[in-house]
T-cell receptor, first 113, second 116 residues
Framework: ETGVTQTPRHLVMGMTNKKSLKCEQH?????MYWYKQSAKKPLELMFV???????ENNSVPSRFSPECPNSSHLFLHLHTLQPEDSALYLC????????????FGPGTRLTVL | QKEVEQNSGPLSVPEGAIASLNCTYS??????FFWYRQYSGKSPELIMS????GDKEDGRFTAQLNKASQYVSLLIRDSQPSDSATYLC????????????????FGRGTQLTVWP
């Protein structure tokens, strides 16, 4: 595997389900990110993890819970989601502080029924 | 709120023409600037990065940065139908106080169609 991988690529879940998205980077980077991309909206940063810190967007609901066990793996745990959470969820990685260029995985297309 | 604005498009150009994509940003402290290409149903793919004022060329792509005007652009020469995609401008505003991590803010994207 090369670059940034994400699983699953597609996910359909009910509002009462619990699921997790997985991201793995093979680039030797030290920072990983979760983004949400909804139709007609800019990419929205949800969470950032590096070795030293975690940064989160305060507008992200608590039904989204990130986990970063090491510098190569990132998870997004989902529970009691709403239909408006349906979107493309993208993982990215970079090397901080420089060059800090972010490379994206293929994304998970999430549909909440 | 740190904003990144792109010309709304859609932009349609004939094959072989120059496509010009524009982007403005609100945070004067922004340090690095990126153009991503996103095909429908796919994830963003990095095309260009630029950090200092002036032009940066890579093949058919030229990025231009003017920090005084808070403006960054992307020119695509000899446009091809395979260039048809949405182009995202992204701006790294640097780390907030107390953090070592910069933030990347994206525009809504400009949809480009290159017709044969």
């Amino acid at each position: 595997e090369t670059g940034v991988t994400q699983t699953p690529r597609h996910l359909v879940m009910g509002m009462t389900n619990k699921k997790s998205l997985k991201c793995e980077q093979h680039l030797g980077h030290n920072a990983m990110y979760w983004y949400k991309q909804s139709a007609k909206k800019p990419l929205e940063l949800m969470f950032v993890y590096s070795l030293e810190e975690r940064v989160e967007n305060n507008s992200v609901p608590s039904r989204f819970s990130p986990e970063c066990p090491n510098s190569s793996h990132l998870f997004l745990h989902l529970h009691t989601l709403q239909p408006e959470d349906s979107a493309l969820y993208l993982c990215a990685s970079s090397q901080v502080p420089t060059p800090d260029t972010q490379y994206f995985g293929p994304g998970t297309r999430l549909t909440v029924l | 709120q740190k904003e990144v604005e792109q010309n709304s498009g859609p932009l349609s150009v004939p094959e072989g023409a120059i496509a010009s994509l524009n982007c403005t940003y609100s945070d004067r402290g922004s340090q690095s600037f990126f153009w991503y290409r996103q095909y429908s149903g796919k994830s963003p793919e990095l095309i260009m990065s630029i950090y200092s004022n002036g032009d940066k060329e890579d093949g058919r792509f030229t990025a231009q940065l003017n920090k005084a005007s808070q403006y960054v652009s992307l020119l695509i020469r000899d446009s091809q139908p395979s260039d048809s995609a949405t182009y995202l401008c992204a701006v790294n505003t640097g780390a907030d106080r107390g953090s070592t991590l910069g933030r990347l803010y994206f525009g809504r994207g400009t949809q480009l169609t290159v017709w044969p």
